[in-house]
């Protein structure tokens, strides 16, 4: 087991003051595929009703509406999250899967992750990115996914502000230029119209733990993860064109970013906003103890 801290801060800033705040916040890691929560914290300034709740997707999240005049608000999330490491998975499964995964049952239960639409939509240029770098279904689900993951590692490049959050995957597709949402958007389009339920992963990465060459500073993080016969959800990382490991810290899991956003959120009031977000990831040492999780203060 590898045990991670992870300081999630963010910084809301707005032009004038706002009357009153509304936020939903996908910040408490997730205590499954191999992972475990010690400790949560949320500290909220000015201070904040919350409830604590589950999203569609099965997404721990925080509802908080803040009432007063404010100019300024602060959501820092303090995590303590053990992670195991994942076997290594096999070079292929059988080429039965293919006719597995057309089966109705499996369209009618992951529905959700199989039709196209919002920011891993497909697109013209996606099928024209796909013929121009030689991409197509494999023998197996598998490996034609270890290969999608390794060759988008390999063609497209990794720039912080290329995109926007909510850029459509054609920005990337046209400069080959992009960020880890992008990259997750390209694969899961992709792997859709290969018929593989498909889903985006918010999270964090410990790049000391995680699988992959020169692996990205710590930050927030996005991947992907494809439902295959036989293995269940597999995590695949195309910004580092690896599958994911122990240094993947999940938060979220949706359709895409939209679905899995750590911040949203309506203001009254208050003019141009802005937002500053600072995340540090680092591995803990085994004597820490476990807390429980508490309540925003």
Wanted: aromatic share 8%; net charge neutral.
């Amino acid at each position: 087991m590898t045990r991670h801290r992870v300081e999630h801060v963010s910084e809301f800033s707005y032009g004038e003051a706002v009357h009153g705040n509304l936020m939903l916040l996908r910040l408490h890691p997730s205590e499954d595929f191999g992972q475990r929560v010690l400790s949560f914290r949320l500290k909220v300034r000015p201070s904040a009703d919350w409830v604590a709740c589950e999203d569609a997707f099965g997404n721990r999240c925080h509802l908080l509406s803040i009432h007063r005049r404010h100019r300024h608000a602060t959501v820092r999330a303090s995590s303590e999250v053990e992670t195991a490491a994942t076997p290594p998975l096999p070079e292929r499964i059988d080429a039965n899967a293919w006719n597995a995964l057309s089966d109705p049952g499996v369209s009618l239960r992951y529905w959700e992750f199989l039709t196209p639409g919002g920011l891993a939509r497909p697109v013209p240029a996606l099928d024209a990115f796909v013929e121009q770098n030689d991409i197509g279904r494999g023998e197996d689900p598998l490996s034609s996914l270890l290969t999608l993951s390794s060759r988008l590692h390999d063609v497209l490049r990794y720039e912080p502000g290329s995109t926007a959050v909510d850029s459509p995957i054609e920005r990337i597709l046209a400069t080959g230029r992009g960020v880890c949402q992008d990259y997750a958007h390209v694969m899961i389009a992709i792997g859709r119209t290969w018929g593989i339920p498909s889903r985006y992963v918010s999270g964090y990465l410990n790049p000391g733990a995680a699988s992959g060459e020169q692996p990205l500073p710590a930050a927030s993080h996005a991947w992907t993860e494809f439902l295959l016969p036989e293995l269940g959800w597999v995590g695949l990382d195309p910004t580092h064109g690896a599958a994911a490991g122990p240094g993947h810290i999940r938060t979220a899991v949706g359709r895409d970013y939209n679905d899995a956003a750590p911040t949203r959120g309506t203001v009254f009031g208050g003019g141009e906003s802005r937002l500053g977000v600072k995340v540090t990831v680092r591995e803990s040492g085994p004597g820490a103890h476990a807390r429980r999780p508490q309540a925003p203060q």
